[in-house]
């Protein structure tokens, strides 16, 4: 029986000494010194700054398009007899700028025919307000006498 008494209480006698043996470690470990180190100086290169022109090189991926797009279209017919040098895909230009030059040969013919039809019509014109003030005057009765 004390073999046995012996045998259950050998572990927590060991163990009891070995918290016993940590205890006194912790109450008796030396206090380290307050060491104040001095700043290390850090290795750097120094270099004068000097302004230069750069133009940075930027690689991109992907497909460009515009934030806005016109369609050009003619106000009249015509073969074109110049094309401004910016007039390409991807150009610049200003407001206001020429871009194409059409020969005005056939516009300037449309237009004279134009004029020369706006003139018959209107001695059509004249000659529709005479024919109705005869019509008018023979109506109220009234002879018309001949301007010959």
Partial sequence: MIAKLR?????????LAGIAMYALLQVTKPQPAPSIEAPRPVSVEVVPAIRAASRPTVVVYGEVRPAVRTQLVAQVGGKIISIAPDFIEGGEFAPGEVLLTIEDTDYRAAVDERRARVAAAKVDLQQALA?????????????NPSPL
Avoid: W
């Fill in 7 to 15: 045998q259950a209480t050998m572990p927590i006698g060991v163990g």
């Fill in 131 to 143: 024919d109705a003030d005869v019509a008018r005057k023979q109506l109220a009765g009234q002879s």
